[in-house]
């Protein structure tokens, strides 16, 4: 091989290294931006990829961080209110509002939660129904992103994210939603959202340190506790649903795939766990169909629609609970 050609192929392969590197920095900044390889991206076949994974890396590696900053009972406070607000923004409107259309709210309202729930670091909300739309497509079949019956449990629980396949919004499967500016804008941007959030923790606690000392937090502490612990609790608690809810649990009705109802996940995720349920009349604001099926996340959307902030909850066919007694 002629010297000059040996010496241009380590050269070759560190500027490939260094592109790959920056674009992925772009693509952190703007989800949208997959030059010269977005029909790979979204044809290409999925693997574990470290980049990817690193900021979810970084998010564990945080919480080690309560060693040094310690805990207070505010802080605690703040994790659990933070884990349960942003926990109902991501299943009453990252999933039953924005994937299934499951009621309807005003323009103002649905920007304000597709905000809420990106400060959850799952991406953006047209993202996210976009994925969701397609999992009941496929689900557990061969072309499902989340599958535990097709790639294992740790796969369907968090792998799956870090694949470059499942990264690119498919925005033909919500033109419903990619005609608001605001929401595309917003999906593009995920990571601006839970930047400002856990900057305004931070903030908030140095003016609790120097205004309300009887608390006994500060900056750092309700950082990592607010913005890291409870975002990383969430974020498992949701990604549950994808690996445990078609595993763990009962079956009744007789889907096409493996989905299961469970009460426990229903607690964590605030009604999220009566998953066979959704799989079978996925378009109800309901997921608990019957009174002593806990779904916390219904009740608030009726609250709610009393107030006039939601409306047109669609409701359970009869022919539903007909087939659930039959079986």
Request: charged share 15%; hydrophobic share 45%.
């Amino acid at each position: 091989m002629p010297p000059s050609l040996s010496q241009s192929l380590p050269e070759k392969k560190k500027r490939s290294v260094s592109h790959a590197a920056l674009d992925l920095l772009r693509q952190w900044w703007d989800a949208d931006h997959l030059p010269d390889r977005r029909s790979k991206a979204q044809t290409g076949s999925d693997r574990f990829e470290w980049g990817r994974a690193t900021p979810y890396i970084l998010l564990h590696v945080a919480c080690l961080a309560v060693i040094w900053v310690g805990w207070s009972w505010f802080a605690l406070g703040a994790a659990i209110v933070l884990y349960l607000v942003r926990m109902f923004a991501i299943t009453a409107f990252y999933h039953r509002y924005f994937s299934h259309r499951a009621f309807r709210t005003s323009r103002p309202v649905q920007f304000l939660f597709a905000v809420l729930g990106n400060t959850s670091m799952q991406r953006g909300a047209l993202w996210w129904a976009a994925t969701h739309r397609h999992h009941h497509q496929h689900s557990d079949r061969e072309r499902d992103k989340h599958s535990p019956q097709q790639d294992g449990f740790l796969w369907s629980h968090i792998g799956w994210l870090t694949s470059t396949s499942n990264f690119p919004t498919n925005y033909k499967a919500i033109p419903d939603l990619a005609r608001f500016p605001e929401l595309v804008f917003l999906n593009r941007r995920d990571y601006a959202v839970p930047i400002l959030y856990g900057i305004g923790l931070w903030v908030l606690g140095a003016i609790l340190a120097q205004t309300a000392p009887h608390l006994g937090t500060n900056g750092a502490q309700l950082f990592i506790w607010g913005g890291v612990i409870s975002t990383v609790l969430l974020l498992h608690g949701t990604l549950f649903i994808n690996s445990l809810a078609h595993v763990v649990g009962k079956r009744r009705f007789q889907t096409d795939d493996n989905s299961r109802n469970s009460l426990i996940l229903s607690l964590v995720t605030l009604g999220e766990g009566w998953h066979n349920n959704h799989h079978r009349f996925a378009h109800s604001a309901r997921q608990g169909f019957y009174w002593w099926e806990i779904d916390v996340s219904y009740y608030l959307l009726k609250l709610l629609s009393w107030t006039g902030v939601i409306w047109d909850l669609k409701k359970i066919p009869d022919h539903i609970y007909e087939e659930a007694g039959r079986t």
